[in-house]
């Protein structure tokens, strides 16, 4: 049941909907309400800004491309009632430092830093776009660190998507093969 409704604020604050009170009496709106933890954690060539909202078992929210973790203001609040709930800047995203020039540097390595820094082991991980590919990333590289991941629109990295030209080429060789077939013959019913 706490799965359900967890998903249900998620869902609700996704679309700006107000969550109301929980079965149990408590206001959603206490959460937002509730002291908010924020620093930065170093990492390998740079650092990390994070916010930390709530109680309960750990929750990551990991922003789209172009983004940063104010996209998940309606969720970081309404979530933190059910768990705790971080959210961070990506490097070279919000607050967070920009990658060195000719540096590598990797965002599941990052993350896995501010858990650590958190003193969080295991943890759901939701990420959007940019964010699902990190998102699930970290869960190849950190197996026993991942409790669960959702991906929302997801990146799938080592995968390279074709190219427009070769698209609509293999459109226009359907549609060639397509006209020397001809039309499909009537079939009796």
Known sequence: MKTIRSLTILLASSLGVSCGSSDDGSATTQAIEAEIEQGFVEVDGGQLYYEVQGAGEPLVLIHGNMLDLRSWDDQFHGLSGEFKVIRY???????????????????????????????????????????????????????????????????????????????????????????????????EA
């Open 89 to 187: 800047d990506v490097r070279g995203f919000g607050k967070s430092s920009l990658p060195i020039p000719g540096q590598a540097y990797s965002h599941p390595e990052d993350l896995a830093t501010l858990l650590s820094h958190l003193g969080i082991q295991g943890v759901h991980v939701l990420g959007l776009s940019m964010g699902s590919g990190i998102a699930l990333d970290f869960a190849i590289a950190f197996p026993t660190r991942t409790r669960s991941v959702i991906a929302a629109d997801p990146w799938v990295a080592g995968y390279s998507a074709p190219s427009t030209a070769d698209l609509f080429a293999s459109v226009g060789e359907a549609q060639e093969a397509l006209a020397e077939a001809g039309p499909p013959a009537a079939t």
